[in-house]
């Protein structure tokens, strides 16, 4: 039988269908939040059943952009774009940013109507807002005018890409969309990516991608070597490609600061690469 998923390609936000679940609302259930249905929880909770880590894993990738956005500001940046942003359930980027820097301007981007919907009355004003697109179009995301209107790409800018490239196929080319961001960044600006990963883990992240698929949502893991490549003309931050809670994890010698909120006894087994680049 055909899943709601499949059925219904399009979902305006005056026309949420309780029957499909949403990347984002089972992101949002698994941090605590209440912005979900309960066809998220399903799934959600079945996923958690067969990956007991995965609340971990997303919280995880929470405080990674917590330091990640305030490393940018002590870099010099003080603008941001969050590239499939998610529903604004604990700290979104504008929120972090703005503790980080008075100068913080944040345009949050979401290819679902249903996010951005949600997400606006949470993040919308005069340096925060939310667009509608596709984050495979750069130049759709780049001149919206809320874009045009908050960022300034002749400044060094912060383009955070936090578990979304995820949901992009193998078959697109990554590399080359990331260089035609790049190729519109001003030198300092910043490449924030987390990505899931099966390198290192046995097959439970294969049952969970075959539980997704089953609700009609694919997930793409990506090996160390395909995340680092991702990052062509980019110079690496310290400590490079790590996992996520090894990204400038306190206590560590690429850290200078920050609580300590996400050290996992295990982060071996955190099934995500984190990683930030600066473009010369
Ligand atoms: C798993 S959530 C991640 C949210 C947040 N970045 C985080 O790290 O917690 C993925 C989000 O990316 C959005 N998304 C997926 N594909 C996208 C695309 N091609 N363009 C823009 N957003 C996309 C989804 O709608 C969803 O809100």
Redesign the pocket.
Same mark, same amino acid.
């Not at 969050?82 to 529903?87: A, M, V, Y």
């Not at 697109?133 to 495979?136: E, F, G, T, V």
């Given at each position: 039988m055909e899943h709601p998923n499949q059925a219904r390609k399009s979902n305006g936000a005056g026309e949420v269908d309780l029957r499909r679940v949403?990347? +984002?609302r089972?992101?949002d259930y698994l941090?605590g939040g209440a912005h979900n249905f309960a066809v998220d929880r399903e799934l959600a909770e079945q996923a958690v059943r067969l990956m007991p880590q995965l609340p971990r894993l997303?919280q995880t990738?929470?405080a990674?952009?917590g330091r990640a956005v305030r490393y940018l500001v002590e870099c010099g940046v003080s603008q941001f774009i969050?590239?499939?942003?998610?529903?604004p359930?604990a700290g979104n980027a504008y929120d972090v940013a703005k503790r980080a820097t008075s100068a913080a301007r944040v345009v949050h981007?979401?290819?679902?109507p249903?996010?951005v919907a949600h997400s606006r009355c949470m993040v919308e004003g005069p340096n925060s807002a939310i667009i509608q +697109?596709?984050?495979?179009e750069p130049d759709s995301v780049l001149d919206d005018p809320t874009t045009r209107k908050l960022i300034d790409l002749n400044r060094p800018v912060g383009l955070?890409?936090?578990?979304?490239l995820?949901?992009?196929p193998y078959a697109e080319d990554l590399v080359a969309l990331i260089a035609r961001y790049r190729e519109r960044m001003a030198p300092g600006s910043h490449l924030v990516v987390?990505h899931s990963t099966v390198d290192g883990g046995d097959d439970t992240f294969a049952r969970a991608q075959e539980l997704y698929r089953s609700y009609a949502i694919e997930i793409y893991p990506r090996t160390r070597g395909e995340v680092s490549s991702l990052l062509a003309g980019f110079e690496l931050a310290e400590p490079g490609v790590v996992q996520v809670p090894h990204w400038r994890a306190v206590g560590s010698e690429s850290s200078e600061s920050g609580p300590a909120e996400d050290i996992d006894e295990q982060p071996e087994h955190a099934g995500a690469y984190a990683v930030v680049g600066r473009r010369p």
């Open positions: 949403s990347v +984002a089972i992101d941090l997303v990738n929470r990674f952009l969050d590239l499939g942003s998610g529903l359930t981007v979401d290819a679902d249903m996010v +697109a596709d984050l495979r955070l890409m936090l578990f979304v995820d949901f992009v987390s």
